[in-house]
């Protein structure tokens, strides 16, 4: 097993900064480390991105952990990889099931609030269609976000609609989330019943409420670490019964993902998402020897 970084858009030969503490605890449990060029992955040029990696006579696992990049762009650095005898532990289809929120949404389906979900191709030519498909969550607050992210900081006019008959407001907000995604935009938008979650604090900056919430990882469908979401919060709440999430995970479509869970108002514990465990962040709270360590042992 090794563990593949981005490097220094400015010095291919050092890791970005923002996983140079990661790096520099994998090299320290004395795990392989590559590095690759996201930067001329993204610009299409995938062989000279990975122009650093060498080839294997036998195939080992390798495991990601960097920036977000579309389905299309993981599947050329998986196949490219692969040529070397370098397997990402997730497929292109592993990634693409917890990365993309509609993809997973089986899954978790009995453990999460109401969504339903539209491509950008619909959006861009048939909006104004999106109030009857929307009739399913009457005059409730939703919340929107693209197939991987929310604009969660600019919560008043590109997350949350206070009424999802509004018909005014919900073409203002979902306008606002496609153009401020722009390019960055993944697959479409989804509409979320909003459930209100027992609160922390409001965040410092944007106002957005925070929530008791906790992101958990697993690999092989074993739970790896469990850490307190926001870095801004302080958390002196008892923790959730984790048993109900490790049966749920077991039919997540994936070796290495993380799933975001929340408590809300009335007690009950929810999940909010997954997400593909290569580019999922670790929260601050995160011991990061620990979540290396478990998984130079589990490898």
């Not at 097993?1 to 090299?27: G, H, T």
């Not at 990049?69 to 289809?93: C, G, S």
């Not at 604009?151 to 306008?175: G, L, M, Q, T």
């Not at 997400?275 to 290396?292: A, M, R």
């Amino acid at each position: 097993m090794r563990f593949l970084f981005c490097s220094d858009p400015l010095n291919q030969k050092w890791v970005d900064s923002d996983y140079e503490i990661e790096y520099r605890k994998a090299i320290e449990l004395g795990i392989k480390v590559e590095l690759f060029s996201l930067e001329d992955l993204l610009e299409g040029n995938c062989s000279k991105a990975i122009k650093r990696i060498p080839s294997l006579d036998n195939q080992e696992t390798v495991i990601y952990r960097g920036w977000m990049m579309k389905p299309d762009n993981y599947e050329q650095l998986y196949r490219a990889l692969e040529v070397r005898n370098l397997i990402l532990i997730n497929t292109p289809e592993e990634y693409v099931h917890c990365h993309y929120f509609p993809n997973s949404y089986e899954v978790i389906q009995a453990a999460t609030p109401l969504s339903i979900w539209k491509d950008i191709h619909f959006l861009n030519n048939k909006l104004d269609n999106i109030h009857e498909e929307l009739r399913i969550f009457g005059n409730r607050p939703i919340l929107i976000k693209d197939y991987v992210k929310s604009r969660k900081h600019e919560w008043e006019d590109a997350c949350f609609i206070p009424d999802a008959s509004d018909r005014n407001h919900v073409r203002y907000v979902v306008n606002n989330l496609i153009e401020r995604q722009g390019t960055e935009l993944n697959g479409g938008v989804v509409f979320r019943e909003y459930v209100e979650l027992e609160h922390l604090i409001k965040h410092p900056v944007s106002g957005m409420p925070l929530s008791n919430e906790y992101r958990l990882f697993f690999l092989n469908h074993e739970l790896l670490t469990i850490a307190e979401y926001w870095d801004e919060a302080s958390y002196q709440l008892e923790r959730p019964n984790l048993e109900p999430f490790i049966n749920l995970a077991k039919g997540i479509k994936s070796h290495f993902f993380s799933m975001d869970i929340a408590k809300t108002v009335s007690g009950e514990w929810i999940v909010i998402e997954t997400g593909d465990g290569q580019v999922t962040g670790l929260p601050s709270h995160t011991n990061i020897g620990e979540f290396y360590g478990f998984m130079k042992g589990h490898m």
